[in-house]
């Protein structure tokens, strides 16, 4: 999203040639060398924190993947005992595992898509300035700030079938014949098409609670975009929809291709979400869910640390996918 | 340059009015249901961000019976506003309350210490990778990248397996820690982003006037990114104070210990917890960071964004 900068210029006469270098190893350091070691030293404590308390543990989670522990005998735990591939084959095996892996991608496709869409709707709305502009965007931002908690709970509370306002207003205004319990019903049909109502659901609360993360950078980048090319295209007769299509969306995709890659990523790894709206009940358990019921119902943390282990190394798969088939759309747009 | 002439010559003898009116009849209704269509988009916007915390507000301070009788109702009169809900959600255990005081300052104490010890390390960090040349920095900001996107749920199992055998399950402290090392990278990358935007000269005034690269750091560089600080160290408490995942994990089995997202989860768990309650906790959840967030929005904004305009 950055551009790095490279060194200025006046700095730039600091650096040494490598003869130099050598000739001075023996005196004091380079100047050079003295801005490394600094460099360094500033940055160790954040460095040694997130090793310690990040990759180490990742690395330790996948020796754990290879071995049969549970929470029971955890002392017993070392690291070089008894690898075996039993919490892989128990993780493809197990029932749910295919039908969990597809609620995941429905998930985070819905979630990513709806988010970035309402995103852009909302930054092409509030794009010209008007009185009060301030305030709503301040206001759009809330759901996305508001402690995952407690808006999983107004959501809980608002769709509850019998004191719940969209039941009560969808029921009163709406024509709806009984009350819809939107958080535990896995499908239902509408015009005899099975929907899946708790999934959409929970793809629905995604789409709210993350379109402002969209729209934010979206706004951003509309608002640096330079106003006379619009100008030009809107003298020269293009309707609105076309100056959408062909002026600003262009200048937008960038950001839209970062936002989907971060937001998919997002998503994919979400735990709290669907714990807290469905328990991961009526065909809403996405594997994160999987592995906490494994860690804590199940107290096994081997087939536990296997199934995280599949989730992140499908998402690697994923996002490797994405990048190289980008690398090759550009690649053939410039060859074309 | 004969034919502009030309060209100039034809156009002066359009009357003026006659050009715009070639122009804008096509383009007004058009245009005219785009603006309907943008101001219902933003009024459907305001709606679906507004009324979620209307309706919330408004349950927490009606009383349950009138809510179970009528539930379609987003108003509330005068006098039928009761603070019972609240009293219930705040008194402490022993009182026969939820225990939320308790939480509130668990929760603060987390926050805080996450803030503080994050922007610690991150502010000196942040300077490194914005100013410093040394080498194994673009290993380092790869770090970072891949702790900001990895599943946290991959993190969590050894790490709870690792507090629970050194006995640090239950320790504030300890979920503190954690929470530093998630937010680190974020906050050096919202820092980097400022300490770049500070004229390189003035640090190299501080240098050449015989300040270290820590000295300017302190002296010169610091100073001027206290909006920045500001607005990093706020996200970082937002962060702190949201978190549930690893709040459920660490601190499920010492209750006195909860912060207010995981008291507040466990409410609907136990016994019958009227909405109302539920609406009262998730209010005292949500106020703090609703009115830090409406404090520093526009910074944070900034501080977050930085570097999107740039594609």
Do not use: C
């Amino acid at each position: 999203m950055t551009t790095t900068r490279t060194g200025p210029p006046t700095a730039g006469s600091a650096r040494t040639g490598p003869e130099e270098t050598k000739r001075r190893r023996g005196r004091a350091p380079t100047l050079r060398q003295l801005e490394a070691r600094t460099g360094r030293l500033l940055l160790s404590p954040t460095v040694l924190i997130v090793l310690v308390i990040v990759i180490l543990p990742i690395l330790w989670a996948i020796v754990l993947a290879f071995q049969r522990v549970r929470l029971l005998n955890i002392r017993r735990a070392n690291l070089f005992s008894n690898y075996t591939l039993a919490n892989f084959e128990t993780v493809f095996t197990s029932p749910g595992f295919w039908e969990s892996l597809r609620t995941t991608l429905i998930y985070t496709i819905g979630g990513t898509v709806g988010s970035i869409l309402l995103g852009l709707v909302a930054a092409l709305a509030l794009r010209r300035p008007f009185r009060g502009r301030g305030v709503i965007r301040a206001v759009m931002l809330l759901p996305y700030v508001t402690p995952v908690v407690a808006a999983t709970f107004v959501w809980t509370v608002a769709l509850n079938p019998n004191f719940g306002i969209v039941n009560a207003w969808g029921t009163r205004f709406l024509g709806w014949d009984e009350p819809i319990a939107f958080l535990s019903t896995q499908s239902s049909s509408l015009f005899g098409i099975p929907i899946p109502t708790a999934l959409l659901t929970v793809i629905a609360f995604e789409t709210w609670r993350y379109f402002p993360f969209a729209f934010l950078f979206l706004v951003a980048r509309i608002q640096a975009i330079p106003g006379d090319l619009d100008e030009a295209a809107r003298v020269d007769g293009a309707t609105v929809w076309q100056r959408f299509r062909y002026v600003i969306l262009p200048q937008l995709m960038p950001v839209i291709a970062v936002l989907a890659v971060l937001r998919f990523i997002f998503t994919f790894n979400k735990f709290d979400d669907v714990y807290l709206l469905t328990g991961g009940g009526a065909g809403t358990e996405v594997i994160s869910v999987r592995v906490y019921e494994y860690l804590t119902a199940n107290k096994d943390v081997g087939l536990a640390a296997a199934q995280a282990v599949v989730l992140a190394l499908v998402l690697v798969f994923l996002i490797v996918f994405y990048l190289r088939s980008t690398a090759r759309a550009e690649r053939a747009e410039q060859g074309g | 340059m004969s034919a502009e002439t030309v060209v100039r010559g034809t156009e002066s003898q359009v009357p003026p009015r006659a050009a715009t009116a070639r122009k804008r009849p096509q383009h007004t209704t058009e245009e005219k249901v785009w603006g309907t269509l943008r101001v219902l988009t933003i009024v459907f916007l305001v709606l679906i961000t507004v009324m979620p915390f209307w309706y919330m507000v408004v349950l927490s301070v009606r009383p349950i019976a009138e809510v179970v009788l009528n539930p379609g109702k987003i108003w509330v009169g005068l006098s039928e506003i009761t603070t019972a809900s609240y009293q219930a959600v705040l008194r402490s255990t022993d009182a026969g309350g939820q225990g939320f005081m308790t939480f509130l300052r668990n929760s603060a104490f987390v926050a805080v210490v996450t803030t503080a010890v994050t922007l610690l390390a991150a502010i000196p960090g942040a300077y490194a990778v914005s100013r410093l040349r040394f080498g194994g920095r673009k290993i380092v900001s790869g770090m970072f990248l891949v702790v900001y996107l990895f599943p946290p749920m991959v993190l969590a199992i050894p790490l709870f397996v690792l507090f629970t055998r050194l006995g640090l399950r239950g320790s504030l402290s300890g979920l503190a820690l954690v929470y530093v090392a998630q937010t680190v990278p974020v906050a050096i990358y919202m820092l980097r982003n400022y300490f770049q935007t500070i004229p390189e000269s003035l640090e190299e005034a501080g240098l050449i006037d015989g300040l270290t690269h820590f000295g300017v750091l302190r002296r010169i560089s610091l100073p001027l990114a206290i909006p920045s600080v500001t607005a990093t160290g706020l996200y970082v408490f937002m962060i702190a104070w949201n978190e549930f995942l690893f709040a459920l994990l660490f601190l499920l089995e010492a209750p006195d210990k909860w912060t207010v997202s995981l008291g507040l989860s466990r409410l609907s768990g136990s016994i019958e917890v009227p909405s109302t309650i539920l609406m009262a906790g998730s209010v005292v959840l949500t106020v703090p960071i609703v009115v830090l967030f409406f404090f520093a929005e526009r910074k944070l904004v900034e501080g977050l964004t930085s570097g999107a305009e740039k594609g």
